[in-house]
């Protein structure tokens, strides 16, 4: 990938993840029966800060869970021969729960359509809402986000690269285009 622009620097994703959490409580009406859940990996941490931004309002931060979609996607025969996998970890039961999942980018949709099956196979929600850092369009399939920290238009030949510290050592969105070789 060959970086553009930087689109969001820590400030500016910590005052999304900020504005999300508060747009959470208020759509839910406070914590009862609320649960975020990250989608591995970089939905993880998204998930934990907004847990503890949550926190800092209500003086209670919500549970929070990990989902790892791996053997959910439909282009598994298409990954690795051994996809990583991080491990799903989920100490509530999310039947009629009100669960709200959380991920880095929305893009095709089909992250978000596996993450709702593999929710399924393990409960019945209440209701399922969708938290995400950045929508850059080009959706495949009918999905939308409850709760987006910023909406990016892209071409299809450009890349949206999410940095976070937890993983990457800092954090940062970086808009980008595809080299020559595709990388």
Known sequence: MIAKTELMDQAAIDRALTRIAHEILERNKGLQDLYLIGIQRRGVPLARRIAQKIGMIEGKEPEVGILDITFYRDDLSLL?????????????????KRVVLIDDVLFTGRTCRAAIEALFDMGRPKLIQLA????????????????????????????????????????????????????
């Open 80 to 96: 690795a021969e051994h996809p990583v996998i991080n491990g799903t970890d989920m100490p509530f039961s999310i039947q009629d």
């Open 132 to 183: 995400i850092l950045i929508d850059r369009g080009h959706r495949e399939l009918p999905l939308r986000a409850d709760y987006i920290g910023k909406n990016v238009p892209t071409s299809s030949t450009e890349v949206i690269q999410v940095n976070i510290s937890e993983i990457d050592g800092r954090d940062s969105v970086v808009l980008g285009e595809l080299s020559e070789e595709g990388n």
